[in-house]
């Protein structure tokens, strides 16, 4: 598939709007909108005449994301939403007092939470690694807080205030040689920057579908590697914690040997297979020609703005899709992140409050005429 194919899964109805806010909530694609209106639509008709395909679809749905993410679809798990993902690992695992776990000071809050309640009902340490002061998350300075007490490190791949990037594949090799788990946060990077999971290594990594993924808000995910699923008790137990075992007097069964033992229940298959078939898009577009096209489309924003007299937050010859910028201080009073946002509300562009400043974060379905008027609308006359 070409670039302008996967453009024209965005190309909706006009009604003007610009969207700049895609590491906060992107468009879903039309092949994953499909995919909820076929499902909705065959419920509607069919009820249980349909119970057989659509447990088979949320399969295959598994499988796209698997592939994408280079994992075995066995240790794959859907959730609500990343928050829930992270806590089946960070409640499925037992904590002592004497643990540390280490995170970054600057991870959004679904990837810190879990860890700071871990702390509370094991008495374990949160330890949490000062960034850089230039925001950026070196490894080094991650690596010189781990002592003999850490027990797990969880960082986010990629920060979701301006896209500073940990190497995750340095931080497993070193955390496997002292038996540290490593739990990451991909949902700011999987779908627009390439990865595999296996040859990476760390020990599980979590994420959501309403980002990079261009799928609805709805479904969280964890892929864990099968040496480490018998250590993660299941925190939701239902019926299909166990597979096929329906008997509710045969209290024998022992749950299922793969990651969809964390799946309680029904699920949420309208989100589900939207989700795959968004996998399934990205890769036939190859995630690699939608990285180049989302860095190439930040790079002009970026450049523009800082020709616009903006601060952008990130340093110099920085690749990303993340834009965080803002006025010099000295001359913020007259047009403030306040008033940036509200010019940039006002024209119906999409933009998240973040960090030190604003962050646009342009997918590959954007265009240049969305970045053009972006900075048009925040030229300062
Ligand atoms: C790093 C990171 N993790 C997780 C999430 C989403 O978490 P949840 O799916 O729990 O709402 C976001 C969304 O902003 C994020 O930036």
């Known amino acids: 598939m070409s670039l302008n194919q996967f453009k024209r899964q965005f190309s909706v109805s006009n009604q003007g709007l610009i969207h700049l806010n895609n590491a906060g909530l992107s468009l879903t694609?039309?092949?994953?909108?499909?995919?909820?209106?076929?499902?909705?639509?065959?419920?509607?008709?069919?009820?249980?005449?349909?119970?057989?395909?659509?447990?088979?679809?949320?399969?295959?749905?598994?499988?796209?994301?698997?592939?994408?993410?280079?994992?075995?679809?066995?240790?794959?798990?859907?959730?609500?939403?990343?928050?829930?993902?992270?806590?089946?690992?960070?409640f499925g695992l037992e904590f002592k007092a004497s643990d540390e776990i280490l995170v970054w000071d600057q991870e959004y809050a679904s990837n810190l939470y879990p860890w700071k309640a871990a702390c509370d009902r094991s008495g374990a340490k949160l330890i949490r690694a000062t960034s850089a002061s230039d925001g950026s998350t070196p490894l080094e300075k991650l690596i010189s807080c781990v002592t003999d007490k850490t027990k797990l490190i969880a960082v986010s791949w990629v920060q979701f205030q301006t896209g500073a990037m940990t190497d995750i594949a340095a931080l497993a090799?070193?955390?496997?040689?002292?038996?540290?788990?490593?739990?990451?946060?991909?949902?700011?990077?999987?779908?627009?920057?390439?990865?595999?999971?296996?040859?990476?290594?760390?020990?599980?990594?979590?994420?959501?579908?309403?980002?990079?993924?261009?799928?609805?808000?709805?479904?969280?995910?964890?892929?864990?590697?099968?040496?480490r699923l018998a250590d993660l008790k299941p925190l939701s137990v239902g019926a299909m914690t166990y597979g096929s075992c329906d008997d509710p007097s045969d209290l024998s069964c022992l749950p299922k040997f793969d990651a969809t033992r964390f799946e309680a229940g029904a699920k949420q298959v309208l989100e589900i297979t939207a989700l795959g078939a968004s996998c399934k898009l990205i890769q036939a577009c190859g995630v690699e020609l939608l990285q180049v096209e989302a860095y190439r489309l930040a790079h002009i924003l970026r450049e523009g703005l800082r020709s616009q007299g903006y601060v952008i937050y990130q340093p110099l010859n920085f690749q990303q899709a993340f834009v965080n910028f803002a006025l010099p201080p000295s001359t913020a009073s007259d047009f403030g992140r306040e008033q940036i946002a509200h010019a940039l509300a006002q024209n119906k562009i999409s933009y998240a409050l973040r960090g030190p400043g604003l962050r646009l974060s342009p997918h590959a379905f954007n265009s240049e005429q969305d970045i053009e008027f972006a900075l048009r609308v925040l030229k300062r006359s």
């Open 173 to 227: 090799e070193f955390a496997k040689s002292r038996g540290i788990w490593t739990v990451v946060d991909v949902i700011q990077g999987l779908g627009l920057l390439p990865f595999d999971f296996h040859s990476v290594g760390v020990d599980a990594v979590c994420g959501g579908s309403h980002k990079w993924l261009v799928s609805p808000v709805g479904v969280g995910f964890l892929i864990l590697k099968k040496e």
């Open 29 to 90: 694609s039309k092949s994953a909108a499909d995919q909820v209106r076929y499902w909705v639509e065959r419920f509607q008709q069919e009820g249980m005449h349909c119970n057989d395909d659509y447990m088979e679809a949320a399969e295959v749905a598994r499988k796209h994301l698997a592939k994408l993410a280079g994992a075995d679809s066995k240790e794959v798990a859907f959730f609500q939403s990343t928050a829930g993902a992270i806590s089946q690992v960070a």
